[in-house]
Nanobody, 121 residues
Framework: QVQLVESGGGLVQAGGSLTLSCVASGNIFGINAMGWYRQAPGKQRESVAIITNGGATVYADSVKGRFTISRNNAKNTVSLQINSLKPEDTAVYYC???????????????WGQGTQVTVSS
């Protein structure tokens, strides 16, 4: 089993910044891509930012230039620096990762609890 624990959310004013962190633990034999996702009330979960094992990044258009994803492969962690927050960024933020099992297969881990980000106008 692999556990994902997110932290760093909070209530901030528009224009503010936050840094979200996520650590993966458990039966991990390798990690491929890691990413951040968010789910706003009444909406589907969406991908926000992805980072490959080699450090290549992909961002949703809505966050480009404001969000920065990074990872520490030695610690199995992924972070998301969020700047210039907008009220529409309000959501529960989740991380996930493609975890390699003992047979060499990759699959997404089970979702964690997420961390709430609330942006006031």
């Amino acid at each position: 089993q692999v556990q994902l624990v997110e932290s760093g959310g909070g209530l901030v004013q528009a224009g503010g910044s936050l840094t979200l962190s996520c650590v993966a633990s458990g039966n991990i034999f390798g990690i491929n891509a890691m990413g951040w996702y968010r789910q706003a009330p009444g909406k589907q979960r969406e991908s926000v930012a992805i980072i490959t094992n080699g450090g290549a990044t992909v961002y949703a258009d809505s966050v480009k230039g404001r969000f920065t994803i990074s990872r520490n492969n030695a610690k199995n962690t992924v972070s998301l620096q969020i700047n210039s927050l907008k009220p529409e960024d309000t959501a529960v933020y989740y991380c996930n990762a493609e975890i390699r099992d003992t047979l060499g297969r990759f699959s997404l881990a089970s979702w964690g609890q997420g961390t709430q980000v609330t942006v006031s106008s």
